[in-house]
């Protein structure tokens, strides 16, 4: 571990030595800026829909979520208990040994054994169910939910919160979708790590469909997006929006204060990094309740603080999604900036969470699908609602000028307007809005948003480095190069602009929807398949206890 942070802080000297604190942020803003808005451009083309321009992106997202929620039987609903128990290890022993290894019912499962794996199947996967959950809920629970949520609402009014909640409960059925089958075709080497993702499941599952040749278009496209979105919604984002808050609270200016404060989130990330899934799921196991839990308190506190307004943030909500107010661009506005924003936010669709949740210990893929339909309901439905309900409280007196925006009020850069014209940013916005029924919570805010940016920092450095991996081979030499570029990146966002990071970031994850998407709907019915495996074997679970034919409690 010596030698490779040694080799990082060799890579970024040239950074430090022309680092002379003046313009520094502004020259690399100055180049990041054209690659930004020319990649959006191409991602978010849009066609005309009620007479507004929908990107193409979107419609794929929503029209997949929607009939997988239809296939499937609503299962953000019908499978909810079942991910609970699922992650609590309640079926722990049939997901380690195999329901007719247990218990000899001759009729259980067709393929117990996954092919081309490890041949102890019982050793498959390197982190618990609750690991994969943290480490995949790190990647999506960020600043998306904080700043993103604020600019959604600025520029959709409260009715963007109706759209970002139905967009949370549908994509619940796309994550179910996409994890079950990053387990089902996931790679074990030799040693037993884990290699997994929609790079997997693209070429090997189309390939036993008989699409071999589009399987490797794909897979090789997805891998290609998703090291680049690893750069961006994943990384630079993050460190922008810490960089942000943390100069903010301290008072820091000058034309270095971006950089050097990301070179420090830079050599902090890289102590995790390299040690691999196992050390950032242990690290996101404890870091992700523990940052939540901050931000849900905080947030029921302003919420109970504002009860008696309750009604009144819901009827907003409500109204505003399907009459919205003037200048907000009609029912299909409001509804595309809820849907694009939510989208951002859980990234159902985009495949990335499936990298992390292919690693799980199971031999049942579809437990960790049910497992991960949990992830948008915790990140979309529970804590950007609640986000969106702090802000509309924050917005629902008129009386402070200094802090009140109006509705529609986002410029082109991303910023609000408030009531008296000056430029506030996402996180500000959140910032004050939490500061104004909880004094000085600006300063715990900035220690969650610090924790959110660098957890999600590190799963989304797995999610790249599983890509990379697939694209340039399983060597040492081809990790620390994608370390060291994941690293500088930190160092961009960190000091460029939230208009030229936001650009970037939001088109790289989205990107990833065209490939992902295109294989869930070729390969879903694999998925249909593996839940009536894992169905019918906590059946015989169920029925092996209730005959009393076996103390199940010696598997555990």
Known sequence: ??????????????????????????????????????????VLYPIPIAGKQVPIVVILLVLGATFFTLYFKFPSISRFPLAINTVRGKYVDIE??????????????AEEDIKDTIRDESAHGEVSHFQ????????????????????????????????????????????????????????????GTIYGGPMYYLSK???????????????????????????????????????????????????????????ILAVLVGIVIIGGIKRIAKITEKVVPFMAGIYVVASLIIIFANFSYIDDAFGLIFSGAFT?????????????????RAAFSNE????????????????????????????????????????????????????????????GSVQSSNVILNATGAQVGGVDLTSMAFDSVIPGFSYVLTIAIVLFAFSTMISWSYYGLQSWKFLFGKGKTADIVYKILFLLFVVIGAAATL?????????????????????????????????????????????????????VTEHM
């Open 1 to 42: 571990m010596k030698k490779q942070l040694l080799t990082l802080l060799l890579v970024m000297s040239p950074f430090l030595i022309f680092a002379d604190g003046k313009g520094i942020d502004e020259k690399i803003n100055d180049w990041f800026m054209p690659i930004a808005s020319a990649w959006e451009s191409l």
């Open 348 to 407: 159902a669709g985009a495949g990335s969470a499936a990298i992390a949740h292919s690693a799980v210990k199971t031999k049942y893929p579809a437990s960790e699908g049910v497992v991960a339909l949990l992830e948008p309901f915790i990140d979309t439905v529970v804590i950007c609602t609640m986000t969106a309900l702090v802000i509309i409280f924050f917005n629902i007196d008129g009386t402070n000028l200094q802090s009140v925006f109006e509705y």
């Open 324 to 340: 919205p107010m003037a200048g907000l661009g009609g029912l299909v506005g409001v509804l595309i900036v809820g849907f694009q």
């Open 205 to 263: 599952g189309l390939k036993e469909r008989g699409f071999g040749g589009l399987g490797k278009i794909l897979a090789g496209l997805f891998a290609v997006l998703c090291v680049g979105a690893s750069f961006g919604g994943g990384n630079a984002f993050q460190s922008n929006q810490a960089t942000v808050q943390l100069s903010s609270l301290l008072g820091l200016k000058g034309g270095a204060t971006g950089f050097i404060i990301g070179i």
């Open 96 to 109: 380690k040994h195999g329901a007719d290894k247990l218990y000899n019912n001759e009729e259980a499962l």
């Open 132 to 191: 994969a959950l943290a480490t995949a809920v790190s990647g999506t629970v960020g600043l998306g939910n904080i700043a993103g949520v604020a600019v959604a609402i600025a520029l959709g009014g409260p009715g963007a919160t109706f759209w970002m909640i139905v967009c949370g409960l549908i994509g619940m059925a796309t994550k179910f979708v996409e994890c079950t089958l990053g387990v089902k075709y996931r790679d074990v080497g030799k040693d």
């Open 499 to 551: 208009d030229a990071v936001i650009k970037f970031s939001d088109a790289m994850i989205l990107a990833l929807v065209f490939p992902n998407m295109l294989g869930l709907l070729l390969l879903f019915p694999k998925v249909r398949e593996e839940m009536v495996r894992y169905l019918r074997a906590i059946k015989i679970k169920k029925e092996a206890i209730e005959d009393g034919a076996v103390d």
